[in-house]
C-alpha cells in the first residue's frame, strides 16, 4: 500500500463474497473482536432506506442498551451508544469503548475491496483502467480546474475512482455531479491495485 496508509485499512476478496460478511470480518479483525460481535449494513441518506446506500458498521454493545446512530456525514459509521455517545463495549467488557469505525466498499471485475478506518471516515474505489476508459467523458468527469489531467487511462481511471472514493466518504454518491468535486481539494491516497485496476482512498479529516 501507498505511503500514509495502515496494512490492514484496504483488503481484497473475491466478487462472489458475501460483501456484508466481508466487511464484518474485516472490521471483526482490526478492533480486535470476533465476527459475530459486529453488525452491518447500508443506509441511505438522501431516502433513508436500509436496502441500499452507505455502508455502516458497529461492534455490538453488551453493557448498555444505548441507542443506535446511523453513519456519520465524514463517512464514519455510527455506534451502538451510551447515553453521552460513547461507544459500549464488545463483548465481555464492561465499561470500556469503541472508537467510530469509517467502513467502505467497492467491487469492479473479479474482485470486491472492503475498507477499515478506525477514528475517522473513509470512502474507497476500485476501477478497472479498460472499463474506464471505453466510458469516459470529461464533461462527466472533471471539474474545470482539472481540465487536461486526462492524458492516459490510467490518469482517466485515477480521476473517475477518486470521484467515486470522495463521493462515497461525502455520502452523496452520484447525486452530486461528479464536476462539482475538485479532487486536489480532498485529502486522497493512491494504493496498490491488481494488475489493470486502480485503487483510490479519499480519507476524512480526523
Do not use: N, Y
Request: include cysteine; aromatic fraction near 2%; proline fraction near 6%.
Amino acid at each position: 500500500m501507498s505511503a500514509g496508509l495502515s496494512a490492514d485499512l484496504l483488503r481484497l476478496h473475491p466478487v462472489t463474497a458475501d460483501a456484508d460478511r466481508a466487511l464484518a470480518a474485516h472490521v471483526a479483525d482490526v478492533v480486535g473482536v470476533q465476527p459475530d460481535e459486529i453488525r452491518v449494513g447500508r443506509h441511505c441518506p438522501a431516502c433513508g432506506a436500509v436496502s441500499h446506500g452507505r455502508p455502516w458498521a458497529r461492534v455490538v454493545g453488551t453493557a448498555d442498551g444505548g441507542a443506535e446512530t446511523p453513519g456519520g456525514a465524514d463517512g464514519s459509521a455510527g455506534t451502538r451508544g451510551r447515553a453521552d455517545g460513547r461507544a459500549t463495549a464488545g463483548r465481555g467488557a464492561a465499561t470500556s469503548t469503541r472508537p467510530v469505525l469509517g467502513v467502505s466498499l467497492s467491487r469492479s471485475g473479479p474482485h470486491l475491496l472492503t475498507a477499515v478506518r478506525v477514528g475517522g471516515g473513509i470512502g474507497v474505489d476500485l476501477e478497472e483502467i479498460a472499463a474506464v476508459d471505453r466510458g469516459w467523458d470529461p464533461a462527466l468527469v472533471l471539474h474545470p480546474a482539472e481540465a487536461g489531467q486526462d492524458c492516459t487511462a490510467e490518469d482517466r481511471a485515477l480521476l473517475w475512482a477518486g470521484k467515486e472514493a470522495v463521493l462515497k466518504l461525502l455520502g452523496t454518491g452520484l447525486r452530486t455531479p461528479m464536476p462539482e468535486v475538485r479532487l486536489a481539494e480532498h485529502d486522497l491516497r493512491e494504493a496498490e491495485a491488481p494488475d489493470g485496476f486502480v485503487i483510490l482512498v479519499a480519507l476524512s479529516q480526523s
